[in-house]
């Protein structure tokens, strides 16, 4: 929690400690910053796609996707294989 008046910071019980477990304890005004909020916000999004994915899949399913998806991302004919793809299957 920030203080607008004075600029101060005070933290709830062991959030210093949380912080300096990560060390992010010399960044803390990097924490309040509205870049550093939307990057913590996108990973978490990112994270809740993600576990989506490996619910829906299955774990060996997905890590095969993500491995294909790793080939098409590295491949010089990427957009034809991508094209390939979403083609409807007969």
Known sequence: M???QCGGVWFDHNEWESLKQRN???EVHQIFSD???RQIR???LGQVVENAY???LGEDDYVQAMQIKDWIAHHP???AILSLL???VP
Request: charge should be negative.
């Open 86 to 88: 979403n083609q409807k």
């Open 24 to 26: 992010l304890h010399d």
């Open 42 to 44: 996108q990973a978490e």
């Open 54 to 56: 490996r619910t829906t």
């Open 77 to 79: 004919q990427a957009d």
């Open 2 to 4: 920030g203080c607008s």
């Open 35 to 37: 870049a550093w909020q």
